[in-house]
C-alpha cells in the first residue's frame, strides 16, 4: 500500500512531503536561462494539478489565495526535488509565482530596475524591484523556502497592494515542514459514482493479471478516474482516465527503455527495464489513458500491457 500513497499523491492522494532544506541558502540560477555557448535542457514539467506539482518539487506549494483582477492560472510546472512555478495569464499580461526549497532570488528576472525597495508585509521582509512606483519582481524567504512573484519582467508591473494583497493572502505562519496537501481524489464504491463526478464512462479490462484485485475507485471532479488494483498489498496496477492529451500517468521517473507501440490502431508509449513495462501512456480522441504498475518490484511483459490496453476505453 506504501506505494500506492506515493503515487497518487502525484495528482492523488495526500503523502508527507520532504520538508524544505539549508539554513543558508545560496543565489539560485533560474532553471530556464540558457547561456548562447551551452544549451541546457528544461528542466520544467507540465503537471495536471498542485497536487503533481508538489510531489515532484518535494514540498507543498503555498498558493496567493488572492490574484489580480482579470488574471486566471494557466500553467502548473515543476522542477524536480526543486521549484514549483504557478503562471497567470490576462491578454498579454502575466505573473509568474514560484516557491522553491532555497535561493536568495529565484525569480528569474535579471532585468535592472531603477527602483528597488525592502517591504514589511506581515512578518516578512520583502524585496520589491520595478519602475516608475510599480512592482515588477518581489522576492522573500519564509521559514526555510523561497518565493517570487514576477510580472512583466521590464514592461508594466502591479501596483503595491496588488503585491501585497497577494502575499497577505498566502498561509504565511507554514513552517513548510511535512505538510499533506489535500488529496484532489474523491473515493467511490462503484465506478458508475466516479463517472458521474468525472463527467465521462470508463471500462475497465475484464481480466486483470492473476491474484490483482479491485482496491480504490476515485475521481477528480470533471476531469480524471482512476481505479487501483492490489496484490499481496504489495503490488499495485493503476488504471486512469482523463480529458486531455497530456501524460496522466503521475510518473516522473527516469527508464532505460522508452517505447512506442501499436495496440488496436492506438500508439501507447511503453517506459521500463530490461524488456519489462512499468508504466504506458496513450491519447484516444480527447481522452489520455495510462496504465502504471510501479516503478520498483512490479513490471510485466510487454503481453500482459496489450490485454490491459486492449480493454480500457
Not at 293 to 305: C, H, K, L, P
Request: with cysteine; hydrophobic share 35%; proline share 4%.
Amino acid at each position: 500500500m506504501k506505494k500506492l500513497i506515493t503515487l497518487t499523491l502525484c495528482a492523488v492522494m495526500a503523502l508527507s512531503v520532504t520538508a524544505c532544506s539549508n539554513n543558508n541558502p545560496p543565489k539560485k540560477d533560474d532553471p530556464q536561462k540558457q547561456t548562447s555557448s551551452q544549451q541546457i535542457p528544461n528542466p520544467w514539467v507540465d503537471c495536471q494539478t498542485i497536487a503533481d506539482a508538489n510531489e515532484l518539487a518535494g514540498f507543498t506549494v503555498i498558493l496567493p489565495k488572492t490574484i489580480p483582477d482579470g488574471y486566471t492560472q494557466k500553467t502548473i510546472q515543476a522542477v524536480k526535488g526543486d521549484m514549483v512555478q504557478i503562471i497567470y495569464e490576462n491578454g498579454e499580461d502575466q505573473i509568474v509565482f514560484r516557491q522553491a526549497k532555497e535561493g536568495d532570488d529565484i525569480s528569474g528576472d535579471l532585468t535592472e530596475y531603477k527602483e528597488n525597495n525592502t517591504l514589511t508585509i506581515g512578518s516578512l521582509k520583502v524585496t520589491a524591484k520595478g519602475n516608475d512606483g510599480k512592482i515588477n519582481t518581489a522576492t522573500w524567504i519564509n521559514g526555510e523556502c523561497s518565493f517570487a512573484i514576477t510580472a512583466n519582467p521590464g514592461g508594466k508591473g502591479l501596483d503595491n497592494q496588488a503585491i501585497n494583497d497577494m502575499i497577505s493572502s498566502m498561509d504565511n505562519n507554514t513552517n513548510n515542514s511535512a505538510v499533506q496537501p489535500a488529496s484532489p481524489f474523491i473515493p467511490f464504491d462503484s465506478i458508475a459514482d466516479a463517472e458521474k463526478l468525472a463527467g465521462f464512462t470508463i471500462t475497465i479490462p475484464s481480466k486483470m493479471p492473476e491474484g490483482y484485485a479491485p482496491k480504490a475507485i476515485e475521481a477528480i471532479e470533471e476531469h480524471m478516474i482512476q481505479v487501483v488494483f492490489e496484490k499481496n498489498e504489495e503490488h499495485m496496477i493503476v488504471i486512469r482516465k482523463a480529458k486531455g492529451n497530456s501524460d496522466v500517468s503521475g510518473d516522473y521517473n527516469q527508464y532505460s527503455e522508452n517505447k512506442t507501440i501499436t495496440i488496436g490502431g492506438i500508439e501507447v508509449t511503453t517506459k521500463g527495464h530490461n524488456g519489462k513495462v512499468n508504466v504506458a501512456t496513450w491519447v484516444d480522441s480527447e481522452y489520455s489513458y495510462s496504465v502504471y504498475a510501479g516503478f520498483e518490484g512490479t513490471s510485466f511483459d510487454e503481453s500482459v500491457i496489450q490485454d490491459l490496453v486492449s480493454g480500457i476505453r
